[in-house]
């Protein structure tokens, strides 16, 4: 089995852009590919590679609706993270668009747990003393988050039983060479 993923891997190189996805990758040459590559840093990859490449990366569509694209959950998102023309979301890495979704998922949470009058106080913890004790309402906050979805700058979050985001979308890159153009980037497949 590692005789076929070392051929694959010294034949073709893979970029993927999602590695928060991945805990501790099993393959040493994967270990250094598992990081977050812009647009920019492809093509120069592309145009200094000597063989083809395939690129997978998660792709954040974008919502038509600029009015719907900046409001999440009733909450108003800057036009500079929800507008196109402007650019700066493309610019943003994918784990700083998951931190901004977690903290906006987790509000949403909390503000649910105090809507349903579900709270679960949290004066009994104390994060300076060594033997603390875990937080009651972890459980059930956990369990208010995976029935939520929230709608926030990655797309649709909500989640499967078994704890992963059902709305997650990939794309594969592939190169091409032509006379005319040299070497290009191409869309194979989406996810």
Known sequence: MNTVLDHFL???????????FYHEPSHPILSSLLQEVSDTEIMELVHSSLGRMTVIRQIF??????????????HRISSLLCDPQ???LQSLEVSSLYLYDSVLMLANAFY????????????????MRKSTKPWNGGWSMLDTIQK??????TGMMDFR??????HVQFEILGTSYSETFGKDVKRVSQY
């Not at 039983?161 to 059902?166: D, E, F, K, L, M």
């Open 112 to 127: 649910s747990k105090l809507e349903d009058r579900k709270w679960h106080s949290m004066a009994s913890l104390n994060c």
């Open 161 to 166: 039983a078994g704890g992963s985001n059902s």
């Open 148 to 153: 939520r979805r929230i709608t926030g700058l």
């Open 61 to 74: 569509p974008l919502w038509r609706d600029t009015n719907i694209r900046c409001m999440r959950n009733n």
């Open 86 to 88: 402007e650019g700066y």
């Open 10 to 20: 010294q034949s073709v190189n893979v970029l993927i852009s999602f590695h928060g």
